[in-house]
């Protein structure tokens, strides 16, 4: 159970896949956490899996696109817990795969969410990690977004602009004692990735697990990305012994955005 004096984490997009997991390794560490999801029933039902476990978690339906609803959020954790010492900026989509089928909605919602919703949220939370002079903002960015190729190009340009957008903040931050850093996960077997790994397999004639061990074959380590790969490093960017450490694209990919 989190005590009065808890350090107090957000994690954005954390009703499922890589925030859910982001969200209950803080909450072992005895955060306070708050889920926050566009899906509300998502956000909430985590929030019950840490509450669960003796953890002290809030939900809170959000689109990150909205910034009265990102400033009203932040001013909600302040006003209760007068400080906000972690952001997990991780909320994202992946847009369509062929280029042909692009929309100019695909643009405005991968743009909007991925980049906008990033710096959005993360420029409140930074306001008043400036204040304590204390905070760590990580954000979930991609090795898609250093890697080209034909496919899923307004996830990649999308996430291209997330690590820019992580590297300038974290200059920003870097005289208030504040670290930014962006996680780039490898290929995560999330609900979200295997819906968009099983589309390709159907287009392909293939079957998901024949599309797995194929895209499994790329990897140079030869082993996908566990949610417990990306929760070792959170647990580590969120300690005092990161103090220093900022500015950062962390690859947790068994090689991959190295061989791009």
């Not at 990033?118 to 905070?135: D, H, P, T, Y």
């Amino acid at each position: 159970m989190a005590t009065a004096d808890a350090s107090v984490a957000l994690i954005t997009g954390g009703g499922s896949g890589i925030g859910r997991g982001f969200a209950l390794e803080m909450a072992k560490l005895n955060h306070i956490v708050i889920v926050s999801d566009v899906n509300e029933d998502s956000a909430e039902s985590v929030a019950e899996e840490i509450r669960a476990g003796s953890g002290t978690a809030l939900s809170r339906q959000f689109d990150v696109r909205d910034s009265a609803a990102a400033a009203a959020l932040v001013d909600e954790l302040l006003a209760r817990y007068g400080r906000i010492d972690a952001l997990f900026a991780n909320a994202g989509v992946v847009g369509p795969a062929d280029f042909w089928s692009i929309e100019p909605s695909d643009w405005d919602a991968l743009l909007g969410i991925n980049v906008k919703g990033v710096a959005l949220i993360s420029q409140l939370v930074a306001e008043q990690m400036k204040r304590q002079r204390r905070g760590r903002i990580i954000i979930t960015a991609s090795y898609n977004g250093v890697r080209v190729a034909e496919h899923v190009i307004p996830y990649r340009v999308s996430k291209a602009g997330v690590l820019m957008f992580s590297k300038c903040l974290a200059l920003v931050m870097a005289p208030y004692g504040v670290t930014v850093n962006a996680i780039c996960p490898g290929v995560t077997p999330t609900p979200l990735q295997l819906e968009y790994a099983e589309a390709l397999a159907e287009t392909r004639g293939i079957t998901l697990d024949e599309y797995l061990k194929e895209r499994r074959s790329r990897i140079p380590m030869g082993e996908m990305t566990t949610i417990e790969d990306l929760n070792a490093l959170a647990r580590f960017l969120v300690s005092d012994e990161a103090r220093i450490i900022t500015g950062q694209a962390i690859a947790v990919d068994g090689g991959v955005m190295a061989s791009s």
